[in-house]
T-cell receptor, first 112, second 114 residues
Framework: DAGVIQSPRHEVTEMGQEVTLRCKPI?????LFWYRQTMMRGLELLIY????????DSGMPEDRFSAKMPNASFSTLKIQPSEPRDSAVYFC??????????FGQGTRLTVV | AQSVTQLDSQVPVFEEAPVELRCNYS??????LFWYVQYPNQGLQLLLK??????LVKGINGFEAEFNKSQTSFHLRKPSVHISDTAEYFC????????????FGRGTSLIVHP
């Protein structure tokens, strides 16, 4: 299995632009997570999907952030409009029914 | 909500020396515990996990961790480190009450000097 696949690996954008991060979970996994990693706050859970349904989005910072999972093999995290403070590494992770999550390589977002 | 405390933000050590990275978690209920490693510009890779059974858990690359329920700790150890072990190490906990969603510590940067 190729593991969790995220794209792009790096994204540089200007403040105010829309950014879309993409994630393909491991085939057969039914839960998906988006995490954000910053120096100040470490790894924070943004949103959690189970069977394509958002279960907990309490970690989404504000309305500028939105996430979708239209099917079991694809999820997006969108930031519109982006701000410099959104600069971070964004990780996607997936799992089956058990507690063990597998992580993608991450997307390093820089907003200038 | 669960919380995880990694007591050391940075641990410098010389090559071939032993190392211990400390992790404490908040809950007294049954939990699952994990250590992940993140090499520079890479994702998180699972080092080892405790789900049940023996409290001494062996992982990849010669690492092991011991679950101590009374101390609510899950410290990571390696008897002899290598330069290639230089990385960021994250302790994580998940529990049934939290839908098994992993909660992470702030991470410990292990720096191995020659």
């Amino acid at each position: 299995d190729a593991g969790v696949i995220q794209s792009p690996r790096h994204e540089v954008t200007e403040m105010g632009q829309e950014v879309t991060l993409r994630c393909k979970p491991i085939s057969g996994h039914n839960s998906l997570f988006w995490y954000r990693q910053t120096m100040m706050r470490g790894l924070e859970l943004l949103i959690y999907f189970n069977n394509n349904v958002p279960i907990d989005d309490s970690g989404m910072p504000e309305d500028r952030f939105s996430a979708k999972m239209p099917n079991a093999s694809f999820s997006t995290l969108k930031i519109q409009p982006s701000e410099p403070r959104d600069s971070a590494v964004y990780f996607c992770a997936s799992r089956t029914g058990g507690p063990l999550a597998f992580f993608g390589q991450g997307t390093r977002l820089t907003v200038v | 909500a669960q919380s995880v405390t990694q007591l050391d933000s940075q641990v410098p050590v010389f090559e071939e020396a032993p190392v211990e990275l400390r992790c404490n978690y908040s809950s007294s209920v049954s939990v699952y515990l994990f250590w992940y490693v993140q090499y520079p510009n890479q994702g998180l890779q699972l080092l080892l996990k405790y789900l049940s059974g023996s409290t001494l858990v062996k992982g990849i690359n010669g690492f092991e961790a011991e679950f101590n329920k009374s101390q609510t700790s899950f410290h990571l150890r390696k008897p002899s480190v290598h330069i290639s072990d230089t990385a960021e190490y994250f302790c994580a906990v998940s529990d049934p009450g939290g839908s098994y969603i992993p909660t992470f510590g702030r991470g410990t940067s292990l720096i191995v000097h020659p």
